[in-house]
């Protein structure tokens, strides 16, 4: 008997019909623009459409647009429908741009249908969100469940079905095998009902259609046992490990041929979420560029003739993966430290000049690092990269500082806009920025990145420690 583990993702029949709403929206609304504006709808038409929606539908399932958002904010679903649709209209425009098609289409039509297509995409999934919310919580498809495990994975997953009614899963007790007089049961979600063989009893009468076990990953020939247990019945049966005492950063559940893998320490800037990151980045610095065109100049003229030596300073650090890399600064000391030992700026700080004192409290010395994204050494929003010397001293002392690294280095950050900038003289500092660092890591967005960009506006540019 074959008994290798295969991953099945859970996809149903409504999102095959999402799938074709979707497929439908995209056309029905280049045919609506079209024959609104140009009184047809022709052959051309049809197989511009077509290629939108084989390369959205791609994009999609890459960006996985098509898995269960009941638990997630409605402005991460429109993100991604948003991004799916972008990725995809790019897509066209270089395909017309290379087969030499892009006078063939109105402009107006292709403008309007950009707009107004992922705005009917976002429009139809909001009111389908809540509808179905509406038909849970009128009882129609609610389930029971229950939970193996009074522990603190049970508990919050137990915390979490009850504040999500729009689940449809009502979790009606907690079993454990341990005697109650050993657990903790006073403040529980969910009352605790007994030990296991009697779950075992509920689940083959049919009361429960969800069974969730979670235990802790020492508890293996329990858990086996239990999983032995259950597969007598017909329940849906879960098993929730405990994988946060691990400190998940970006974790995903992925396989290589046929071995399942989780993810502990990953990135969340790959497939689709790379892509769109960097052409965010290409697009915003290059905008930024041109607006402070005159900036620079001005910064590069001052610093020209306020001290002697190079208008840049370009000084080693840690990029990507740790790899180094050159960071572009407008150069505000008299030295250039750039070796294995690196003192940062303190305040009143002798090897400051005074001009470079201005531009460091403003950050108008960090500007040319906005070259450094166009290389695509660095982001827009990220870590703030330090010298290799600071990086090799501070990985040894600040637990997960090499962490950081699995992303680009940022011109600014959650840490800078928090107001961890500038001189970090105690290892509380450092700690606070690294633990900055990482939740942003954990839970980016880009609606995160727009909100650090726009705080970065107002009050990420100065600070008390910056010297």
């Known amino acids: ?145 229950i939970i193996i495990g009074v522990t603190e994975n049970g508990i919050r997953l137990a915390h979490q079905l009850k504040k999500h009614p729009e689940l449809g899963i009502k979790v009606s007790g907690f079993y454990d095998d341990r005697e109650a007089s050993r657990l903790d049961i006073e403040n529980l979600p969910a009352p605790f009902r007994g030990n296991v063989p009697s779950a075992l009893d509920l689940v083959k009468s049919g009361d429960a259609q969800h069974v969730y076990i979670s235990m802790p990953l020492k508890a293996n020939e329990r858990i086996t046992a239990y999983l032995k247990d259950f597969s007598d019945t017909t329940a849906n049966t879960y098993l929730i490990p405990d994988f946060f005492v691990y400190n998940l950063i970006q974790s995903r559940l992925s396989a290589i041929g046929n071995m399942p893998t989780i993810s502990i320490h990953d990135t969340p800037f790959y497939g689709t979420n790379g892509w769109f990151k960097r052409a965010q980045d290409i697009v915003l610095a290059s905008l930024i560029i041109l607006l402070i065109s005159p900036i620079l100049i001005g910064v590069a003229i001052g610093v020209k003739f306020s001290s002697p030596g190079p208008v840049i300073f370009k000084q080693y650090r840690y990029g990507l993966d740790g790899r180094r890399i050159k960071v572009w600064k407008f150069r505000s000391m008299s030295t250039m430290d750039n070796g294995s030992v690196v003192k940062q700026a303190t305040k009143n700080d002798p090897r400051i000049t005074p001009f470079g004192a201005f531009i460091r409290r403003t950050s108008l010395d960090e500007l040319p690092q906005f070259f450094n994204v166009l ?34 280095p940022g011109i600014t950050g959650l840490a800078q806009v928090n107001g961890y900038r500038g001189e970090t003289d105690t290892l509380e500092k450092m700690q606070k920025r690294v633990e900055f660092d990482i939740k942003y890591i954990q839970s980016w967005s880009t609606w995160l990145d727009l909100k650090i960009i726009f705080k970065t506006v107002f009050k990420g540019f100065t600070g008390k420690t910056a010297y």
Not at 81 to 94: C, D, G, P, Y
Request: aromatic share 14%.
């Open 1 to 145: 008997m074959d008994s290798t583990l295969k991953l099945h993702s859970n996809y149903g029949a409504l999102h095959v019909l999402y799938r074709t709403i979707d497929c439908f929206i995209i056309l029905l609304t280049l045919y609506v623009i079209s024959v609104s504006y140009t009184n047809q709808f022709i052959q051309k038409d049809l197989l511009l459409g077509s290629y939108a929606i084989l390369v959205y539908m791609l994009v999609a399932e890459k960006n996985e647009l098509y898995r269960s958002w009941r638990v997630h904010l409605f402005r991460e679903e429109a993100l991604s429908i948003s991004k799916a649709w972008f990725i995809t209209f790019i897509a066209l425009v270089f395909l017309a741009f290379f087969t030499k098609t892009s006078t063939d289409y109105s402009r107006v039509v292709t403008g309007v249908w950009l707009i107004a297509t992922p705005v009917i995409l976002i429009t139809w999934r909001y009111v389908a969100k809540q509808a179905l919310k509406k038909l849970r919580d009128y009882g129609y498809n609610k389930k029971e469940a």
């Open 375 to 408: 290389q695509g050494r660095m982001s827009i929003v990220g870590p703030r990269p330090h010298a290799v010397a600071h990086n090799e001293e501070y990985r040894t002392i600040v637990d997960r500082y090499m962490l950081r690294h699995k992303v680009k």
